[in-house]
C-alpha cells in the first residue's frame, strides 16, 4: 500500500547539519499519547515529558523559567492541533524559508506556519490556555489527547484520534499479517515494500 504524499515538499535540512545537534543543540522528541482533562476555562497540563522538550527547544526558557507552546492549526480540514517547541517551528520556518518565493506552496506554508500560529505560555503548573476558536475549530471538549510525532506533537479529541489515526494504523498492521516488521519501511523505496 503506498503511502498519500504531500502536494508539497519542503526541503531537508542540508547536507552537514544534522537536523537539530548543530550550534551545540541537543534534539528532543515529543513520543508518547498522553489523554489530559480540559477545564471550562480551557486549561489543559501538557504532558510533562512534552514540557521536557518544550522547555529544551525555547531558548528564553531559562531565563523566564516558562516554556513557550507554539500552536497552529495547519490543514482547515484536519481535525486537530499542530504543537511545536519555539526550536521545532524555528526549523520547520527555515526550511519554508529556503523555498523559493514562485514556490507554488510558499504562500500556503508561510501563511499555516507563520500566520495562524499562536505561542502559548507554559504556567507554573504545566499547564496552556487553549483559545476557544482553535478548540472549536478540532471540536474539542472535555479531554484532549496529545499524539507525540517527533519534532512536533498533535492534539485531537480523544474518540476522533481512535477513528482516524489508532484504528488505521493497527487495521494497516493486521493486513500486513504477523512476520510484518514495521522497521522494514524506513529503508523501503517510495511508494512502499
Not at 29 to 40: A, C, S, Y
Not at 75 to 92: A, I, K, N, T
Not at 159 to 173: E, G, I, P, Q, V
Request: charged fraction near 30%.
Amino acid at each position: 500500500m503506498a503511502a498519500a504524499q504531500p502536494p508539497f515538499s519542503i526541503p531537508e535540512p542540508a547536507n552537514g547539519t544534522d537536523g537539530g545537534k548543530e550550534r551545540g543543540r541537543v534534539t528532543r522528541r515529543f513520543v508518547g499519547t498522553n489523554t489530559g482533562k480540559v477545564d471550562p476555562k480551557g486549561r489543559v497540563s501538557i504532558p510533562s515529558k512534552f514540557r521536557k522538550v518544550l522547555e529544551a527547544g525555547d531558548p528564553d526558557f531559562p531565563s523566564t523559567g516558562k516554556a513557550i507552546l507554539c500552536i497552529a492549526h495547519g490543514h482547515p480540514d484536519r481535525p486537530y492541533l499542530e504543537g511545536f517547541s519555539v526550536q521545532s517551528l524555528d526549523d520547520l520556518h527555515n526550511r519554508i524559508d529556503t523555498l523559493p518565493s514562485n514556490h507554488p506552496h510558499k504562500h500556503m506554508l508561510v501563511d499555516l506556519y507563520y500566520s495562524r500560529v499562536d505561542d502559548l505560555s507554559v504556567d507554573d503548573a504545566g499547564r496552556i490556555v487553549l483559545p476557544q476558536d482553535k478548540r472549536d475549530m478540532i471540536g474539542l471538549g472535555d479531554d484532549a489527547l496529545f499524539a507525540g510525532k517527533g519534532n512536533r506533537f498533535e492534539i485531537w479529541p480523544p474518540t476522533l484520534y481512535r477513528l482516524r489515526r489508532a484504528d488505521k494504523t493497527d487495521a494497516f498492521l493486521a493486513a500486513q499479517g504477523e512476520d510484518f516488521d514495521p522497521l522494514d519501511v524506513i529503508d523501503a523505496p517510495a511508494g512502499g515494500l
